[in-house]
């Protein structure tokens, strides 16, 4: 039986040609949206759409605050203001490989726009219906936020269901409370 240390696995990383390590990444990234989105359908199939988001929910809330903390330590962020959890949050899973996304920072308040949605749109072009996407991003952010840094607050301003135009699936705002 041959066993793969964390070594060789390091090794096999650094051998991936340069201009492929983001493809890599990015493939990871969809394969884990894959996932999310392969077992959301099976419990959604199974149990309706209103468990399969419960039980979402509850995973993407403890993903925010793990993500978090990981993100924290790897790039070794230590300040708590908007522009360090903006750079952190664009390294997370959730925003890394969002198809058509906006970030900005404005009057110390950052702003992220998904424009154009793969999962919706996958949905949709499998003939099923809007994902409420909204209480699952939510709980994401509002813990990835918290373990960054506990007076963020974190406001939606449109993510289905609610209504969007065709050019914004949803935005989410983050400020200092207070400020």
Request: proline share 2%; net charge neutral.
């Amino acid at each position: 039986m041959v066993y793969i240390t964390r070594d060789k696995d390091r090794k096999i990383i650094k051998n991936i040609q340069d201009e492929k390590i983001a493809d890599f990444i990015f493939m990871h990234l969809r394969n884990m949206w894959a996932v999310d989105g392969l077992y959301f359908l099976f419990i959604e199939e199974k149990f309706g759409t209103e468990e399969a988001t419960e039980i979402d929910s509850m995973v993407w809330n403890a993903m925010g605050k793990i993500e978090a903390k990981r993100i924290r330590k790897l790039f070794n962020i230590k300040e708590n203001d908007i522009n360090s959890f903006m750079k952190a949050l664009e390294y997370s899973g959730w925003a890394m490989d969002l198809e058509d996304k906006e970030t900005s920072i404005e009057n110390s308040i950052g702003i992220i726009r998904n424009k154009k949605c793969r999962v919706q749109n996958t949905r949709l072009s499998k003939g099923l219906s809007e994902f409420g996407c909204k209480p699952v991003r939510y709980n994401f952010l509002k813990s990835f936020a918290k373990e960054f840094n506990p007076n963020i607050e974190v406001t939606c301003n449109v993510c289905p269901p609610d209504e969007h135009s065709k050019d914004l699936w949803c935005e989410w705002e983050f400020k200092i409370k207070g400020k």
